[in-house]
């Protein structure tokens, strides 16, 4: 119901990962986690649709309560 993934990666980055699987999912939602500052989305690439981010360190509450609005955010 939900993608939960960092953002920076080795190999395929979250935003790729996420931009992939919801060829397959599209209904999806999706939360992006990092402990970078700096706008890793700004690469030329359109935002991931409704995404939601939360900025490591974070709380089990803090996660929790962000994957409870995007799913009642859902359709």
């Known amino acids: ?22 060829r397959d999912r599209p209904d999806t939602k999706v939360i992006f986690m990092s402990g970078y500052a700096e706008d890793i989305f700004s690469e030329g ?3 991931v649709p409704d995404a939601a981010s939360l900025a490591k360190p974070f709380s089990l509450s803090d996660l929790t309560a962000l994957v409870t609005r995007q799913l009642e955010g859902a359709d």
Do not use: E, K, S
């Open 1 to 22: 119901d939900v993608f939960v993934t960092d953002v920076v990666m080795p190999g395929m980055d979250g935003p790729t990962w996420v931009r992939t699987a919801l």
């Open 45 to 47: 690439r359109p935002p």
